[in-house]
């Protein structure tokens, strides 16, 4: 697992596939914010 971090592997290695299910199905999806638009910076 080159890149991934620390945390990330350690609740991979000791949370159970069956509890991260529940957990996926019970916590609300992360919103998503709209990325780009505005306007440029005079320098670019």
Same mark, same amino acid.
Do not use: N
């Given at each position: 697992?080159?890149?991934?971090? *620390?945390?990330? @592997?350690? @609740?991979?290695?000791? @949370? *159970? +596939?069956?509890?991260?299910?529940?957990?996926?199905?019970?916590?609300? *999806?992360?919103?998503?914010? *709209?990325?780009?638009?505005?306007?440029?910076?005079?320098? +670019?």
């Amino acid at each position: 697992m080159i890149g991934t971090p *620390p945390l990330v @592997v350690m @609740v991979e290695r000791m @949370v *159970p +596939d069956e509890s991260w299910e529940l957990f996926q199905r019970m916590a609300p *999806p992360v919103p998503t914010r *709209p990325q780009g638009g505005g306007r440029r910076r005079h320098w +670019d």
